[in-house]
């Protein structure tokens, strides 16, 4: 599911709607990474992590991510940020049995 952050409630009840259809987030839901807020989509991303039948595809999209968040911050080790930004998202993630999370490099 290719989506932009603005469509991640639709997208969350589309999940909801379709229990037993395994999806792959795409792009972790293309956070706006030109504002130096991220909410909602950090907590819509909390809510679809929540959702056994989706798994997030890491890619593109968080490389840029990293990068916005560490110039933000002024942070000379941009990797330290992957933790804080997807720490949030545990169901995908490690700390998880299932780990649903797809790793791409383009």
């Keep these: 599911m290719c989506i932009r952050h603005f469509q991640m409630e639709s997208a969350i009840r ?3 709607a379709c229990p037993h259809v395994q ?5 972790i839901g293309k956070p706006n990474i030109k504002e ?3 909410e909602p989509w950090r907590s819509q991303m909390r809510e679809m992590a929540l959702r ?3 798994v997030c595809k890491l890619s593109g999209g968080l490389c840029q991510l990293i990068e916005t968040e560490a ?3 002024q942070e000379k080790r ?8 997807l ?3 545990g169901e995908f993630g490690p700390g998880n049995e299932s780990r ?3 790793f791409a490099i383009e």
């Design 14 to 16: 589309l999940v909801d």
């Design 23 to 27: 999806i792959v987030l795409d792009h």
């Design 36 to 38: 130096p807020e991220l």
């Design 52 to 54: 056994d039948n989706v």
């Design 71 to 73: 110039e933000r911050r």
């Design 78 to 85: 941009p990797s330290e940020l992957v933790g804080r930004i």
């Design 87 to 89: 720490g949030d998202f």
């Design 100 to 102: 649903r999370e797809l």
